[in-house]
């Protein structure tokens, strides 16, 4: 499974961007139609923390800090996870990491619970 960020870059406080994943995922890597995707972010001397996370169903989370800011989505035709980010801020800026997992999860934002992980995208918002 390889998963591949893009749409990262600098913004000033108060801007926009949307983050991309795209990942292939079949059977051959465990993936039966169920899942479940998420965006988590690390900032330089910060612990990983989690953005968002939808399943297969529909079911989406946001963690407190991003409600009402980000929007995931999910392409399922084109299989493509989205983060449409707004209204950013400087404590947003970090590298974004989007993770997958082959089942639907009861907490889409334990990061534990994902099984494969992309490089990560880098988000700098200046203020």
């Known amino acids: 499974v390889r998963l591949v960020e893009s749409g990262g870059g600098s913004v000033q406080a108060g801007g926009s961007l949307t983050l991309s994943c795209e990942a292939s995922l079949d059977t051959s890597s465990g993936y039966y139609g169920y899942y479940s995707k998420g965006w988590f972010r690390q900032a330089s001397g910060h612990e990983r923390e989690a953005v968002a996370g939808i399943d297969s169903d529909g079911r989406v989370e946001y963690a407190d800090s991003v409600k009402g800011r980000f929007t995931i989505s999910h392409d399922n035709d084109k299989e493509i996870l989205s983060l449409q980010m707004a209204n950013l801020k400087p404590e947003d800026s970090a590298m974004y990491y989007c993770?997958?997992?082959?089942?639907?999860?009861?907490?889409?934002?334990?990061?534990?619970?994902?099984?494969?992980w992309g490089q990560g995208t880098q988000v700098t918002v200046s203020s």
């Open positions: 993770a997958t997992a082959p089942r639907r999860l009861g907490n889409l934002l334990g990061a534990t619970s994902y099984a494969h």
